[in-house]
């Protein structure tokens, strides 16, 4: 429906292997080699090897319980920032980390308008209505009624249709105040992702080379930290190889096992008095490593 729905404008959309919206960049095919229209997964431009790669401007996020769902789309209209959105998924722990998620994959991104589509937005919002009410065989009058309608507008309906929009009103409603406030809290936002490993050297999970640590840090410096529920499990961390290293990590692992690993603002905290450690440089250091790649400080 979405795809339909941008083809208003632009005929290069269709949904790729992962399910999203990508704008396929290459020549026009032939007239006796362009694929139905109705086919949502096929465009009238070429895919050969040696074309652009498909550009992504529309993607969604999934969350699914027992008793209810969440369906996250997006989609890049006319963004003047596509220059930032790369920088901003730049992660210093991508290297590091393992989740038992589905892994993201980056693509290339695009607008489905130019910068000069000032109206990209009221374009779009209709051909959206149009697709919708073509795919649930709605009332003509549906469309009538939207393009009356403002964002302040009451509600207005038909024989097999109400049209409207959602307004802060509903906030009146207690289930639906009690599902945005859950949605706002730290506990949804980094305690139902998925659970992962920060390690700094191969595991038997993850067998990754990793990049350097801090040169401070010790050359035999290793950390291994996994959290659940947004909960730190379970450490493991060594500073030293010497006779005091046991101490060391029994210390640290206490330090850090059970808390929220998103309600520690920066973790030279966790040890005000940092000689308590048998080797109290090397922990300023490891703390000063694990602000910098989950970005505490």
């Given amino acids: 429906m979405v795809v339909q729905a941008i083809r208003g404008d632009n005929d290069r959309a269709r949904v790729n292997e992962r399910h999203d919206i990508v704008l396929d960049q290459g020549q026009r095919l032939p007239a006796g080699s362009i694929p139905d229209s109705r086919d949502m997964y096929k465009t009238a431009y070429s895919l ?27 989609c890049l209209l006319n963004s003047p920032n596509l220059d930032l959105i790369s920088r901003c998924l730049q992660s210093p722990a991508k290297s590091f980390i393992k989740a038992r998620g589905v892994e993201s994959v980056r693509s290339p991104v695009s607008n489905i308008y130019s910068g000069s589509e000032v109206d990209a937005h009221s ?41 409207g929009y959602l307004t802060d009103c509903l906030s009146e409603i207690p289930e639906i105040r009690m599902g945005v406030r859950e949605l706002q809290s730290s506990e949804w936002v980094y305690g139902q992702t998925p659970q992962f490993t920060l390690s700094t050297h191969p595991t038997e999970d993850d067998e990754r080379a990793r990049p350097s640590l801090l040169s401070e840090l010790p050359a035999s410096a290793q950390v291994n930290i996994k959290v659940r529920s947004g909960i730190i499990t379970f450490a493991e961390i060594l500073l030293a ?13 206490d ?6 690993i998103c309600k520690i603002k920066d973790f030279n905290t966790l040890s005000q008095k940092p000689n308590e450690f048998d080797n109290g440089e090397g922990a300023r250091c490891l703390w000063k490593w694990l602000n910098k790649i989950l970005g505490k400080v």
């Avoid at 790669?53 to 319980?65: D, F, H, I, N, R």
């Avoid at 051909?127 to 009356?148: C, I, K, N, T």
């Avoid at 330090?255 to 929220?260: F, N, R, V």
């Fill in 48 to 74: 050969g090897v040696n074309e652009l790669p498909s550009l992504k401007v529309s993607g969604s996020a999934y969350k699914l319980t027992r008793t209810r769902s969440l369906h996250h789309g997006t």
């Fill in 123 to 163: 374009r779009f919002r209709a051909h959206m209505l149009a697709a919708f009410s073509s795919l649930y065989g709605l009332e003509s009058d549906f469309m009538d009624a939207f393009s009356v309608l403002n964002e302040n507008g009451r509600l207005k309906c038909g024989g097999s249709w109400v049209a």
């Fill in 241 to 253: 190889t010497d006779n005091h290293s046991s101490t060391n990590r029994e210390l640290i692992k």
């Fill in 255 to 260: 330090t850090l096992k059970g808390l929220h």
